[in-house]
């Protein structure tokens, strides 16, 4: 408020550039290791920036010939060595992700709208939703796979969608219940006055408004289910492969990880994310806390 | 103690908008003075000013003749309360109170006798122990004040004190506001938008416009001798006529011609012929059941209750003038017979808006 | 129907709903209700079953028809030191984690209330680490504390002689790799909520308390944290339960290892029931986490739900 | 059993059943095994890829018929180009699903369970066999076998012993993960090196045969003053029990008595974690946290004495990124002295094993397949890949000009040895709950937190609880059996 002395502004600076460089250190890591060539991966000391760029690791990760020809190059290494392409986790992973996110904003939206207009189930319902979130995933996983199994929906996309559905339905219920309960119910009313009847009242009226609100909850719970692991981890078993699959099965033996293709499917897994993540950077806040903290 | 204030050319720009364009003023020790405008006048931004928070872009803040500029908030001594009151939501009435004193690091037991005392005198003692969210505004507004007062300020700037209260709280307190501060000679500096307040509080008001001041006077002063049209027609309650006149001239005699009275000799002054404006105080037409000699008789056109006094609404030419008169005065009747004196109207300059001072006034014949 | 939903608190009070209305809203709610019951419930009760036999996949029997042991499973929990470790280990993850990322998202956060040049995108910047693929992240961590990473490479430099220490082998040292990772990843997300909480705050407040005579610090602790309250606490409360999952870190960085150092609970039933199989133990296991996260969080909900009151 | 017969444990079989005549306990389990029906099979060893492609060719005749292979990643090298042959000659399409190589058993298991018929062959490590057949997940192979399989096949595999349980074929070894030893050849044969130490020990220096001996170089050699080191063994908590596996074993004991009580924490096992402990002192600096590539490069520096290791280790150190390619000398695990004879007690302690899933719809191909995959001839084609898992199992691959050029011979011939008279993992089920609590127990020890005997009496005690919770009786006969498979040198010594 009042003017700082120099040097507090200094320190102030320097720490807001600290702050930035540590944000910023492992990407960029992630991102330097996924242009090195295969012998400075594990180099010490380690190559902080590659003299000699290389797109190998990219194309380790989605062109399998590229993937052989390298393991045949590596001899001796025997650990060291990938195949398959990583195109269909990321066609499975954008299937899977976007079908669940559609449900889950669908089913949320008609819910959300139920719970504010109608109090459907009184004060304490929507709660009911939310301790869905705080169930550790793990608690159910071992049900769920027993469950899956006689249901045969293990390592299908029905089953991870179900799963992914249920789990980020208290997020798009508590989001988008936050966004129309900004709407006043007197738009609507004023709607139904010339005759439209309430649910319709509710599509023209109050979704247009809350349009921003929803395709804003829509990338986040993308987001979530673009990320989710362990589900994925333990209801699938090979015929669907999710991209976080893809990134932990780039691990070797017992030695080590192939650093640099790992970073690369890394880098490019979480692009989308970043990407979402910025445009919905807004509405982040009102996601991560249930719509209870608003801008 | 309490302390005088200069403001001196003060000047303070936001992006494109000159907020406060050199202004002046000196508030004496004890004195009450009320900065009077309409919102965006500048006001917030002077007091933001003399409290510290915002930085002049020209001009010096002094106070008992001590430059301010480079002195922090805090140590200016200076008591402010908030159009909002700004209550410590989460502390007690008590530990608000307490605030100032414990950042001074008053001890413990003289900040509570001083608590007491204060709570005493603003009646507050069955509030201390309530939660600071949880008071009325009426409360907030007295906790707000018994808050800065504690800490014995030097000056005290007030920022819309009242503008969340209704309309009974409001004026009990602006007597007592007014009693305070001449039980403590409190140097009090008043913002606010609400000409009652100014004028029945302050020892002098300044009326502000666009970040400059108007005038600057007392209350009586201000209300009969307004400077420019917008000092007129800001002060005063039914509020001033503003009718269009004709001017004849010979030499530096005025003579107005209105759409309803002709010939008012309103004595010398400078101005040119043509079309200005008359300013009329409702109580300075003079109305009348009986036709006069110099009156016009003017349709009612309606009637405004104030119980204790009655405003008609007469057709004056094209415009509508209001007339006050007592209750009953023109029960059932279509016309009203007025008289003007034309000692009581401000001619105003069309051009400058500024009210044309006059040498010598005759009555019109 | 429609008339009576037009005020919402008047619908609230109104008489029962009339019986035409309450299908259609019920109806609303249905898919989601049904979805999380079939994801939900469903497991609960199965969660239920399993806890109380010794279902072994190696058993060679299907879960419905494993052998009931009644009580055994939570018995054998009770004196199970892995898992009580992995409880305890996992409430000091979440208790180190959760506070640390508070006190940086407060520092931070202050240093970006006032306004200065670039703020934004500074902000934009510094939240970019709860914007990566947790999984990525991990995988980015790992690479950090590998014995020939930078962060040995970076301590090399200073101490001025070799250090390749495996930070991830050392049964002492692991667990910090992973609470760092958490706290590097999640330290946005609180700070966004306490920059939004200190942007939202009553500026006249503040500024009775400058006038007042208060120091930034007395400022910070007497008005402006409790104004924060009930930001800190839901914060608190969606990181706390979302730390208490804590699983891709640890997953990615050391599957618990090594031995049991870094078992947090998500881990410890995950080796238990995919690694060991011990089906039945860890829903017995399982049971329990939900139910003391649930009274938990049921009694901490109240923040949340005073906001959205 | 006639020992120094080099072929022996390739016998499996027959030596199961002069066991089980010898065995009194095992008179209940027995039948089964002996009343398998008499081969059918017409094939030989050298025909037996022909046969059992013609064979799978005539079950698909007519249909199209998809067979899923669920690998650990990186074996893709080895199982392709075997596929693609049995492609090309029975027209049956081969897909591949690849999973992280630490957790295949768990995936094969999963599948118990969830049961989604995503792959209809997986490779499994050998050790995890047990559970994954008492999961159900596999199929017993006793049925196929007798109609396909030549009467020698499992013979002429150098390690069989991980295939069978509770006397049933459950799957076909293509992996001969032993334990080798490698030492500094130049090292060895300084001769000053020599002198000084049979001054002190009484022996010259040579390839060690007991681990006392092997210890005593290893400290001769130590001198990290001057950049030398003893040895580059493991010390992380992965590999740390399968040195200690071999050296309680050279002590002369089994692991179980006959009723299951551990007998690891007897005084032999106490000795050997102390020696073990001891041999830490003299191991380079990264031992107690490197893993494998970490350990061979680190050994590939040619500043250590010796090192343990796989087929994949020496692939690397034959390799030109190693300085000590061509100085090496090569030995199996050393042994003991156990009532003044000489054991040796190599170990295989990890390997892939070909199992057919129980939910395959095509099991018999899946079968087919498998032992397509591992005839001698196909089997030479998927251990020459130099960039795979797969190891040398089978005395034809020591032959092969590729694969000796990759591993060098004097690897080879120690490899081979290694392999004829491997004592086998605990080949029950748990065995990973078993070994874990192990693992646990002897890294505390090695870092200082327990006493030897602390440590392995709480493993003992918790091997009880995990025999006791996966059911004593059904131990015991899969125990008993696995016993009598021992290789017959070891196990008439061990008790």
């Not at chain 1, 899956?148 to 996309?157: A, C, Q």
Request: aromatic fraction near 10%; proline fraction near 5%; glycine fraction near 8%.
């Amino acid at each position: 408020m009042s003017s700082d002395k120099p040097w507090l502004v200094v320190l102030k600076r320097s720490a807001v550039i600290l702050s930035m460089v540590i944000a910023f250190f492992p990407i960029f890591w992630l991102v330097s290791t996924s242009l090195k060539p295969f012998d400075e991966w594990a180099n010490w000391p380690p190559i902080w920036i590659t003299d000699r760029p290389t797109l190998q690791n990219y194309r380790i990760v989605f062109f399998p010939e590229a993937a052989r020809e390298f393991a045949a190059a590596q001899e001796g290494s025997l650990d060291y060595k990938v195949s398959g392409s990583a195109w269909k986790s990321f066609q499975d992973s954008a299937i899977i992700s976007t079908l669940a996110t559609f449900f889950s904003v669908v089913f949320g939206t008609l819910a959300a709208y139920s719970v504010v207009r109608f109090r459907t189930g009184g004060e304490n319902y929507p709660f009911q939703f939310l301790t869905v979130r705080m169930f550790p995933p793990i608690a159910v996983v071992v049900p769920m796979v027993a469950m899956f199994s006689v249901l045969k929906l293990s390592d299908t996309y029905f089953g991870l969608i179900l799963a992914y559905t249920a789990f980020t339905l208290p997020f798009s219920i508590w989001m988008i219940r936050s966004f129309i309960e900004d709407v006043p119910a007197e738009l609507e009313g004023a709607a139904m006055i010339h005759g439209m009847g309430q649910f319709k009242a509710f599509l023209t009226v109050t979704l247009p408004l809350i349009r921003g609100g929803v395709l804003s909850t829509a990338l986040f719970i993308f987001i979530l289910n673009w990320s989710e692991f362990l589900f994925a981890l333990v209801l699938t078993s090979g015929d669907v492969v999710t991209i976080t699959i893809q990134v932990a099965n780039y691990v070797s033996a017992s030695s080590g990880k192939l650093y640099g293709v790992q970073a690369a499917m890394g880098s490019v897994s979480t692009l989308p994310v970043i990407l979402f993540g910025y445009i919905i950077q807004r509405h982040l806040v009102r996601g991560l806390t249930f719509g209870a903290i608003k801008r | 103690m309490s302390a005088r204030l200069e403001l001196s050319d003060l000047h303070k720009r936001f992006d494109s908008v000159e907020a406060v364009s050199g202004l002046s003023l000196a508030l004496g020790q004890g004195e009450f003075l009320s900065l009077l405008g309409p919102s965006g006048c500048g006001k917030s931004t002077t007091l933001a000013m003399i409290a510290g928070f915002l930085q002049p872009d020209q001009g010096d803040i002094a106070i008992n003749g001590e430059s301010q500029l480079r002195v922090p908030p805090h140590k200016r001594r200076i008591g402010l309360v908030f159009q909002d009151y700004a209550i410590f939501s989460r502390l007690s009435v008590r530990s608000n109170l307490a605030f100032g004193l414990e950042a001074q690091g008053v001890g413990r037991a003289e900040r509570q006798r001083k608590v007491e005392a204060m709570a005493e005198q603003l009646r507050l003692g069955h509030l201390l122990e309530r939660g600071g969210h949880s008071l009325n505004m009426s409360e907030m507004q007295a906790v707000a004040l018994a808050r800065v007062l504690i800490t014995e300020p030097a000056l005290l700037l007030l920022d819309e004190p009242m503008s969340n209260l209704d309309a009974t709280d409001r004026a009990d307190l602006r007597g007592e506001l007014k009693q305070l501060q001449k039980s403590l000679d409190q140097s009090v500096l008043y913002v606010t938008h609400d000409q009652v307040e100014a004028m029945s509080m302050s020892d002098r008001i300044a009326v502000m416009r666009d970040g400059h001041i108007q005038q600057v006077g007392s209350p009586e002063e201000i209300y009969r001798r307004p400077v420019n049209r917008f000092v007129a027609e800001f002060i005063g309650d039914p509020p001033i006529n503003i009718v269009p006149c004709w001017v004849k001239t010979s030499g530096s005699e005025i003579c107005v011609n209105t759409a309803c009275h002709n010939d008012l000799y309103m004595g010398h002054g400078d101005l040119s012929e043509g079309t200005h404006w008359l300013a009329i105080r409702p109580h300075v037409f003079k109305a009348t059941h009986e036709a006069s000699e110099n009156s016009v008789a003017l349709p009612v056109r309606f009637i405004e209750n104030f119980g204790s006094e009655h405003v008609l609404h007469l057709q004056y030419g094209e415009d509508l003038v209001g007339v006050v008169v007592p209750p009953g005065f023109a029960e059932g009747r279509d016309l009203i017979h007025v008289s003007l004196d034309a000692a009581g109207v401000h001619l105003i300059d069309r051009t400058s808006e500024a009210v044309v001072r006059r040498r010598a006034v005759e009555v019109a014949a | 129907m429609a008339q009576e939903s037009l005020d919402a608190t008047a619908m609230k009070q109104a008489a029962p709903p009339r019986r035409r209305g309450l299908p259609f809203n019920v109806a609303l709610v249905l898919p989601a209700q049904l979805t999380v019951l079939a994801v939900v419930l469903c497991p609960t009760l199965i969660v239920l079953w399993l806890s109380i036999t010794d279902w072994q996949p190696t058993s060679g029997v299907t879960w419905y028809q494993a052998e009931p042991v009644w009580h055994w499973n939570f018995y054998d929990l009770y004196f199970d030191d892995r898992f009580i470790g992995a409880l305890l280990r996992t409430i000091l993850v979440v208790c180190v984690c959760v506070a640390l990322e508070l006190a940086i998202a407060i520092g931070l956060a202050l240093l970006f209330l006032e306004e200065w040049p670039w703020r934004k995108l500074a902000v934009s910047a510094v939240i970019l680490p709860m914007m990566i693929v947790p999984v990525d992240a991990a995988n980015a961590f790992f690479m950090l504390f590998n014995e020939r990473g930078p962060i040995n490479h970076i301590i090399s430099l200073v101490i001025g002689e070799a250090f390749e220490f495996s930070w991830l082998a050392d049964p002492d040292w692991a667990l910090l790799p992973i609470m760092l990772a958490e706290i590097w990843q999640w330290t946005p997300l609180m700070f966004l909520l306490v920059l939004t909480g200190l942007m939202n705050l009553p500026e006249n407040q503040i500024r009775a308390a400058i006038v007042l005579g208060a120091s930034p610090a007395r400022i910070f602790f007497r008005v402006m944290l409790p104004l924060m309250a009930p930001v800190i606490a839901i914060a608190l409360l969606v990181r706390s339960i979302e730390t208490f999952k804590i699983f891709d870190p640890v997953y990615i960085l050391t599957r618990g290892g090594p031995g049991a150092a870094t078992e947090t609970i998500s881990m410890f039933m995950y080796n238990g029931a995919f690694v060991y199989f011990r089906m039945g133990y860890i829903a017995a296991a399982g049971l329990l986490v939900l139910i003391v996260v649930i009274s938990i969080c049921l009694a901490l909900s109240k923040p949340l739900k005073r906001h959205h009151g | 059993m006639p020992s120094g017969n080099g072929n022996n444990s390739g016998k499996t079989r027959r030596r199961f059943l002069q066991g089980t005549a010898a065995t009194a306990g095992l008179a209940a389990l027995a039948p089964s095994f002996m009343m398998r029906p008499r081969r059918a099979s017409a094939a030989t060893l050298d025909d037996v890829h022909m046969e059992a492609a013609k064979a799978a060719k005539e079950l698909a005749a007519g249909r199209s018929v998809t067979l899923t292979i669920m690998q650990p990643s990186g074996s893709l090298g080895n199982v392709k180009p075997v596929a693609d042959k049995f492609t090309e000659e029975t027209g049956i399409a081969i897909e591949y699903v690849e999973v992280p190589l630490g957790e295949i058993n768990q995936k094969v298991l999963l599948e118990a369970v969830s049961k989604t018929g995503s792959f209809d062959i997986a490779l499994p490590a050998t050790f995890g066999i047990p559970d994954l057949a008492e999961s159900g997940i596999l199929v017993n192979l006793d049925q196929y076998a007798a109609k396909h399989e030549p009467e020698d096949m499992q013979q002429d595999a150098l390690y069989a012993t991980g295939d069978y349980y509770k006397g049933n074929l459950y799957g076909y070894q293509t992996d001969g993960d032993t334990y080798v030893m490698f030492y500094h050849k130049d090292w060895l044969e300084n001769a000053d090196e020599n002198k000084a130490f049979s001054d002190k020990h009484g022996y010259a220096l040579k390839v060690p045969d007991t681990w006392e001996e092997l210890d005593a170089m290893m400290a001769h050699f130590h001198r990290p003053d001057k950049g030398m080191y003893g040895g580059a063994l493991f010390r992380t908590q992965f590999f740390i029990a399968w040195e200690w596996w071999v050296r309680f074993h050279a002590k002369g004991y089994f692991p179980l008595d006959d009723d299951l009580n551990p007998q690891i924490n007897n005084d032999a096992g106490v000795k050997a974690l102390e020696e073990l402990v001891a041999a830490s002192k003299t191991l380079y600096p990264g031992a107690r946290t490197n893993g494998l590539f970490e350990n061979f490069e680190a050994f590939g520096e040619g500043d250590k004495f010796c090192n343990i290791g796989w087929g994949g280790t020496q692939k690397f150190l034959n390799s030109d990124k190693s300085k000590i390619k061509g100085r090496m000398a090569h030995g199996p695990t050393p042994g003991g002295m156990v009532d003044g004879k000489l054991i040796k007690t190599p170990y295989f302690n990890w390997g892939w094993n070909y199992v057919v899933s129980s939910v395959s719809p095509e099991p018999e191909i899946a079968y087919l397949f498998t032992l397509y995959a591992c005839s001698p001839a196909m089997s030479t084609v998927a251990v020459r890949d130099p960039g795979g898992y797969f190891d040398p199992f089978r005395g034809a691959h020591y032959k092969d000009a590729k694969i000796t050029e990759t591993y060098s011979k004097p690897f080879l011939d120690a490899h081979e040895d290694s392999m004829r008279n491997s004592i086998p993992d605990l080949y029950l089920k748990g065995q990973g709950e078993y070994f874990d609590e192990l693992r646990v127990n002897l890294t505390a020890a090695d870092v200082g937190e327990k006493s030897p005997k602390e440590a392995l009496d709480d493993t003992a005690a918790a091997w009880t609880r995990i025999t006791r919770r996966m059911g004593k009786r059904s131990q015991k006969v899969q125990w008993d059996f696995l016993k009598s498979i021992y290789p017959a040198g070891v196990r008439d010594i061990l008790t």
